[in-house]
């Protein structure tokens, strides 16, 4: 029990914070983390400023914020994927190499950490070639090899249920929401350890955003996933992390649960529930 | 996400019935301490009314965030609100049965010259056995989501109260012919009101119980709350 005296003084010494970002302790295994991030484009305003945060591995973190925020500029980076003028400053930290270097294999990064799109962007192909494409374009692999691999991703998706008969049908004559678990299996066959989702259910119906939600949850005990969503119910019900974006700062970062319940920062509190502006 | 929800929902639901096992069972053992003059287990019950306090608060806890984290609508909404109504009731019942343990300490400690009213404190056991069976009923009527068990464990709850009447005309009664009965008078009735209070709050919570199997609020025993 907290004593009296104790409520009151803390009640007193109340000060409204600006910012505030969870530090995860040591216990916490960290998947991805970004140093002092920045980045402009044109040499404009500073689309992201100094941002540091630091991803727990199997977890989902959602990040939110309105357009313009710097939460999907933010994403992007991770993926290494931007615009030529774009300007990035700082480090991203993936199992302790600065992947913001001109050395690294972008590829390779892209190959570890999957990027699933807002809109289901499957290829104008097979099911089954949706998932092999990539990997038969680098290497070479036997039928039951390839057959494995589109079995367990469709799996891993939930998807292999509902398409397991028709593997030769084309990818487009899908319902967007298996269109949206086909991409991520399609990511999945690469085996990254990250996957980073673009608003994945921004363009679906209720129905299918709940299979995309269900395949996050079930997704993140092999994987680690972050996403960016304008669906603040959606950054509740699935995410065990979030990080609220605004003008380019991360306000507060922080678990999911803390966040909708008792923010510590005042613009969190006015964002979540709406009372923006 | 329902089924993510659904597991958390489970869990509070849970949780509850096991505070609402732990204040029956707290219940039971103050009013059977308070008739065997028992002060150690008063004294336990006395020690232990935290725990209690401490799950109510772990439960509205998980209940808020319960709220603010999936919004949940018609009879899950009712589900959860019940139980947020529901939690403060029992932790007030696991607090009057703290209370009949404080009396139980302070009657063991009286002096040697007062008297017992035997008839009195057998009154007083009938009443809390039937205390207890009330809110046991209720409590299984809350796990079978059975709102005609739940009103019938109102019904046995509002017929406490008429005991209650007569505990308190044989006290005043024995108060007025013998002074010496007057300490342990003033204990009789305040356990008695204390019993009653328990049985009022069963109903408080089958109450609730209609309320989350049909969506309407209703007042199951009207005018029984006196104290005393």
């Given amino acids: ?277 | 996400m329902r089924r993510l929800f659904d597991e958390e929902l489970a869990d509070l639901d849970n949780q509850f019935i096991e505070m609402g096992k732990m204040v029956a069972r707290t219940v039971d053992k103050a009013v059977v301490s308070f008739m065997a003059h028992d002060v150690d287990t008063a004294q336990e019950i006395n020690n232990r009314d935290h725990e209690i306090n401490d799950r109510e608060a772990a439960i509205e806890k998980k209940v808020f965030e319960i709220i603010a984290l999936y919004q949940p609508v018609t009879i899950e909404l009712r589900e959860v609100i019940t139980i947020l109504k529901s939690v403060g009731t029992l932790e007030r019942m696991g607090d009057y049965a703290r209370n009949i343990a404080q009396s139980t300490i302070r009657v063991k400690n009286r002096n040697k010259n007062d008297i017992r009213i035997n008839s009195v404190e057998r009154q007083i056991s009938e009443m809390g056995s039937a205390t207890t069976h009330a809110v046991d009923k209720v409590l299984e009527a809350y796990v079978a989501d059975d709102a005609t068990e739940g009103i019938k464990a109102a019904e046995a709850a509002d017929k406490i109260s008429e005991s209650v009447i007569q505990i308190r005309k044989t006290v005043l009664e024995a108060m007025k012919n013998n002074a010496d009965t007057i300490d342990s008078g003033a204990d009789y009735l305040v356990v008695a009101g204390y019993i009653n209070r328990i049985a009022d709050q069963a109903t408080d919570i089958a109450e609730w119980i209609v309320y989350k199997r049909t969506g309407k609020i209703v007042e199951l025993n009207p005018g029984s709350s006196t104290f005393i």
Avoid: C
Wanted: glycine fraction near 6%; proline fraction near 3%; hydrophobic fraction near 40%.
């Fill in chain 1, 1 to 277: 029990m907290v004593s009296r005296n104790k409520i009151v003084e803390s009640i007193k010494n109340e000060v409204e914070i600006e910012k505030y970002v969870i530090n995860l302790s040591s216990k916490h295994q960290r998947a991805i983390e970004t140093k002092d991030l920045t980045i402009s484009y044109n040499g404009k305003k500073n689309a992201l400023n100094k941002t540091n945060l630091a991803f727990e591995t199997n977890k989902i973190t959602s990040l939110i914020g309105a357009s313009g925020s710097g939460k999907s500029t933010f994403l992007r980076s991770l993926n290494l994927i931007h615009g030529e003028n774009t300007l990035i400053g700082g480090q991203i930290l993936y199992h302790g190499v600065n992947i913001n270097d001109p050395s690294i294999d972008k590829f390779e990064v892209r190959r570890r950490i999957g990027m699933v799109f807002q809109r289901p962007n499957p290829f104008a192909k097979s099911i089954y070639n949706n998932i092999t494409f990539a990997l038969t374009q680098r290497a070479k692999y036997t039928k039951n090899q390839l057959d494995e691999i589109v079995e367990s991703s469709l799996k891993q998706a939930a998807l292999w249920d509902q398409v397991k008969d028709e593997l030769n049908k084309s990818a487009l004559s899908l319902s967007g929401g298996q269109q949206q678990r086909l991409v991520i299996a399609r990511a999945l066959a690469l085996k990254p350890d990250i996957l980073l989702l673009d608003e994945p259910a921004s363009a679906l119906d209720p129905k299918s955003t709940m299979q995309v939600e269900e395949t996050m949850v079930n997704l993140k005990k092999d994987y680690t996933i972050i996403v960016v969503t304008h669906n603040m119910q959606q950054a509740a019900r699935v995410s065990d992390y979030t990080a609220f974006f605004h003008m380019g700062n991360v306000i507060e970062y922080d678990l999911t649960r803390k966040i909708f319940t008792r923010p510590k920062v005042k613009l969190t509190s006015d964002y979540v529930a709406g009372n923006f502006g």
